[in-house]
């Protein structure tokens, strides 16, 4: 079973920055990425990162969040800049292997305008 520990959340201003680390257990994750929930919404990708480092991002933090990830470490960051109140969600560390897909817990991140 892989264990997600993320960490990095909390409390940003507008036109801030936060930095995301998800420590996963194991290795050989094909595909590791970030979502959020923000409040009274729906769970949604944020950004994706491949195992050839090929990444993706929602066009809502397109040139505000970079996705990246350390092999060694197993560990998935997300630098989030430009903070917007529209951030403030629960994000979500997500990994997958070749057969199966995990969660983390959720850590909170609230935008003060």
């Known amino acids: 079973q892989v264990q997600l520990v993320e960490s990095g959340g909390g409390l940003g201003q507008t036109g801030g920055s936060l930095r995301l680390s998800c420590v996963a257990s194991?290795?050989?994750?094909?595909?590791m990425a970030w979502y959020r929930r923000a409040p009274g919404k729906q769970r949604e990708l944020v950004a994706a990162?491949?195992?050839?480092?090929?990444?993706n991002y929602t066009d809502f933090v397109k040139g505000r969040f970079t996705i990246s990830r350390n092999n060694a470490r197993n560990t998935v960051y997300l630098q989030m800049d430009s903070l917007k109140p529209e951030d403030t969600a629960v994000y979500y560390c997500?990994?997958?292997?070749?057969?199966?897909?995990?969660w983390g817990q959720g850590t909170q991140v609230i935008v003060s305008s």
């Open positions: 997500n990994v997958a292997t070749a057969f199966n897909t995990y």
């Open positions: 194991g290795r050989n994750f094909v595909r």
């Open positions: 990162i491949t195992d050839n480092d090929r990444t």
